[in-house]
T-cell receptor, first 113, second 114 residues
């Protein structure tokens, strides 16, 4: 069982609200990732981090932002939620090896009404 | 363009039967190929990871094969159980970047009926 946690698991929120999705891992991994997944579709990388104070945008353009102030914590923020942000958000972390294992959290199902 | 294609899109089998899921990829340069199991509403969990030199890898009732020449992989599930009902995702990593970018297939949705 991977030690990576996401909260909340489910969130229903109105348009225009600011939200923060939390992700924490206790494995001491330097690399962390945020993916977005719609039903029946592949995971898309939206943000990643090599370590503290390192954040990069992924393949899929996203209006969200991330921060990495501590190794174990990688929160994702949406300043003004819109219905188009409705999706499943998955956080993951990995070590440095070439065949690194990416461990995924349980995900946050976000619905913006 | 780096892509990962999986087939079939969905599959229904009876409990106790075997099945094989397919994955074709065009990712280059290739680093490794993984199979993940994703239960509904959960994050993916790794089943196997194979590098270029590995042809077969097993994890209990799951056996993955890799043909790096034809860029094909398969996941064979033996003696299926109801708990095998999930989406099975093929993921290919490239070695062309420091990040080791992962390319995800859309998954095969497997349903096991009693």
């Amino acid at each position: 069982e991977a030690d990576i946690y996401q909260t909340p698991r489910y969130l229903v929120i109105g348009t225009g609200k600011k939200i923060t999705l939390e992700c924490s891992q206790t494995m001491g991994h330097d690399k962390m990732y945020w993916y977005q997944q719609d039903p029946g579709m592949e995971l898309h990388l939206i943000h990643y981090s090599y370590g503290v104070n390192s954040t990069e945008k992924g393949d899929l353009s996203s209006e969200s932002t991330v921060s990495r102030i501590r190794t174990e914590h990688f929160p994702l923020t949406l300043e003004s939620a819109r219905p188009s942000h409705t999706s499943q958000y998955l956080c993951a972390s990995s070590g440095q090896a070439q065949t690194y294992e990416q461990y995924f959290g349980p995900g946050t199902r976000l619905t913006v009404t | 363009k780096n892509q990962v294609e999986q087939s079939p899109q969905s599959l229904i089998i009876l409990e106790g039967k075997n099945c094989t899921l397919q994955c074709n990829y065009t990712v280059s340069p290739f680093s490794n190929l993984r199979w993940y199991k994703q239960d509904t509403g959960r994050g993916p969990v790794s089943l196997t990871i194979m590098t270029f030199s590995e042809n077969t890898k097993s994890n209990g009732r799951y056996t993955a094969t890799l043909d790096a020449d034809t860029k094909q992989s398969s996941l064979h599930i033996t003696a299926s159980q109801l708990s095998d009902s999930a989406s099975y995702i093929c993921v290919v990593a490239d070695r062309g970047s420091t990040l080791g970018r992962l390319y995800f297939g859309r998954g095969t949705q497997l349903t096991v009926w009693p």
